[in-house]
């Protein structure tokens, strides 16, 4: 470790700041290894100074202090203290200016963390911590202040300086260097604060607010790469459009400005007026990018322009409210991206994403509540459950207050608290006093309780009074420091399908509570246990729960699996008809992860058979929606279905019921394939790309019958694609099926793209979620490979990362993938250890594991753990996975 013990962080402590900066001037001298910061603040005490006096400590990492000047006075080395991670200034005043020289190395920031370089260009990323290690600060987003930045640097290297808000001077200096000086006008935390320096390509744009002021819109990239930011720029603007119509939120300066890196640790950071992106989230052409990474540029662009309001305008008190700025604007992306494609597909994938991702979290190691009450390293808590499940809880407050209470919230959490840096709790006031102080007593549970509820309902008929009745019964199994757990306040879908198809209207016999239980076919849950019973039903319906997912839960009930055959086929609501086909196809095939593993020969379930092959037939149904209920649960949402971990056998399975079906609907598989394989102009309407999406899972289906015609098939779209959608499909499935095409067009596509960075980046990704022994081999071959880079993420992740998603060859019982990746991620630590910590995630199964495995994994995390130097975010994740067992 490189902290002896690391503290641990607790909200319970939180007090204000002893001094506060509410000006900060900041000038950079730029260079490769030694850049001058100078910065000079406006600080005063915010505690009763004259009584007390107490000394100013200052964040400070990874600096080189030269000179500190209090009033224009430099001070003695008397008058202030160097101590680990920080600097005090005892020579105190009520109110002075604070003058910092110091220095750093940008080359050397392999962390991405503060100021570094990807490639040629100079950028920064500050949130959460990063600000620290550009010069010493209150690093907290309660101390919130007005930036003004002078950036110099070598005309000729960086002729592009950007910093946030607006350019306020510029001019040449001598010896071939110039200057740029930016000023922001809106206060914001130190994390907010952006500088970038380049020789960049610009492409522009414009846009007129609702009020008419024009906004410049400005994307800045690689050269080369300017046809690359079309959608981009639609994206952005469609943003600023949504947020005016939705929200009745306008953009604030004249300037909006994105900038693409290569080497970035996360998606993007919404920094005031200077968005710094993941250029895998801004570049997009149909030759380079899949329809997946057009929906997550549109996406990610929202989410950091949303941000503008609902993060920045309005900041958090502490890192502890990150779901206060993060769960709130993943919410409204997510509507944002409903809007502006199927909305029930969107809703499809984001709960898909929450599933197969959040609730594992939540039942492991890491599990925390949306709002944690302690962290050992901040960054650690970028995760699932403060964005996907934080959304959710975001979701529950809109549907139970309905779009237009929520709105009326909205606008009272902007009108009292714009400017601010707030709390959770200050949110959850605006939404109630806008809505006649709406009692969300019992809904604060969710922020505070980790784990997935689990809804466990019985239904009874009562023919002879024409009575429905469902008894819920919710629980939460016991998380990490949290065994206990209070009933939660969720709003619950239901909708009770009759023989013919249609909904039985909902008429509850009795209401038992002063607080509606039952509004628009949503009831709300709030006991232990509770029994809800409906009149006027004439014969027995099928239930259909949950409906919309209105609440974060897994399920379990007493009704027969025809119900869900049934529902898939007749569900009102369509999510619901999905969700079906998914519950049907999970509760058969975990039994055929039994029946495998006890040697029983495997066979698929006649109806199920019979179901599916409805859906394949059932020309009515869209083909986003019909590639989305046609895909057969993955297996990481059947590993959690299971008490110990079956890698190889629930890949078998998952293998044999994929063949079983498409043998068995070859024929109309096949053509559903050449009806959609036609030539076509390419287009990236939600029908277009719906047609490249199922016409590639029915690819899919048809290479897992073996049959080598489709090999041919799959070939022939390889070489013959215009776009990177049907490339990419055919290159994975090719390697994935093991065909004899695979070494031709790993090389064929190498030769085609080696260039670009980002597909590359795909090319890895296809071949390290190859089944099979020989993949591991090849991983550690291109380790080595000219396009492989340790210290850029987005090859890290594509290479390292989709290793250990690939299940059956991470958990190999002779343990070389859990040596290969613990290697990797004490190797990834010295250089970047947020990357390492993300990687040290993989581990999250330990408690599940067969024995062997959990041995092994044992090992693995005691290596780790025994490493001289291991950072505080490695430490954090491995430890808390090693105390779990
Ligand atoms: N504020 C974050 C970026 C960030 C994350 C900074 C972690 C520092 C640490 C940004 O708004 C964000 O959430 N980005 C997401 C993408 C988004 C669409 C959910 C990301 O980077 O993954
Ligand atoms: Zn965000």
Known sequence: MKDASPQT???????????????????????????????????SANYDFKSLKRDLVLNGEELTLNKIFVDGAELGADQYELIEDGLVIKEVKEEFILEIHNTINPLANKALDGLYKSGSIFCTQNEPEGFRRITYFIDRPDIMAVYTTKVIADKAKYPVLLSNGNPIDSGDLEGGK?????????????????????????????????????????????????????????????????????????????????????????????NKGLNIFNSAYVLADPKTATDSNFFGVEGVIGHEYFHNWTGNRITCRDWFQLTLKEGLTVFRDQEFSSDMNSRVVNRIANIKTLKSRQFVEDAGPTAHPIKPSSYIEINNFYTMTIYEKGSEVIRMIHTLLGADGFRKGTDKYFELFDGQAVTTEDFIHAMSVANDNYDFTQFKNWYHQAGTPMLDIKTSYNEAAKEYSITVTQSCKPTPGQDEKKPYHMPFGLGLVSKDGADFPLKLKEVFTAQPQIEENILHLTQESETFTFTGIDHEPVPSFNRGFSAPVNLKSDRPLSDFVFLMANDNDEYNRYESAQALAIELMSCLVKDAANGVPLKLDAPFIKAYGELIKDESLDNSFKALILDIPSEGILHQAQDVVDFENTFKVRKFVKETLAKTYEQELSAIYDSLNVDKEYSLSPEAMGERELKNLVLGLLLSTGNSKYEDLAYEQFVKATNMTDEFAALTMIIHSDSKYADEVIEKFFIKWKHETLVMQKWLTAQASARGEKTLGRVKELLSNEVYDKSVPNLVRSLIGTFTANYTEFHKASGVGYEFITNQIIDIDKLNPQMASRLAGSFKDYKRLPSDLKALVKTSLERILAEKDISRNVYEIVSKTHADS
């Not at 002021?213 to 943003?239: F, P, Q, T, W």
Request: net charge negative; glycine share 4%.
């Open 9 to 43: 962080i607790f909200l319970k402590d939180y007090t204000p700041s002893d001094y506060l900066i509410s000006k900060i001037h900041l000038t950079f001298d730029l260079d490769d290894t030694n850049t001058q910061v100078i910065s000079k603040m406006n600080v």
């Open 178 to 270: 110039h200057f740029v000086e930016w000023l922001d006008p809106f206060v914001k935390p130190s994390y907010l604060y952006a500088l970038v320096a380049g020789d960049l390509g610009l492409v522009q744009d414009e846009f007129t607010t609702m009020s008419g002021r024009k906004i410049d819109l400005r994307i800045y990239v690689d050269k080369g790469n300017e046809s690359k930011c079309d959608h981009a720029m639609e994206s952005l603007k469609n943003s600023m459009r949504w947020d005016e119509e939705v929200y009745g939120r306008e953009y604030d300066l004249d300037i909006y400005m994105i900038v693409a890196v290569d080497a970035f640790n996360m998606g993007a950071m919404e």
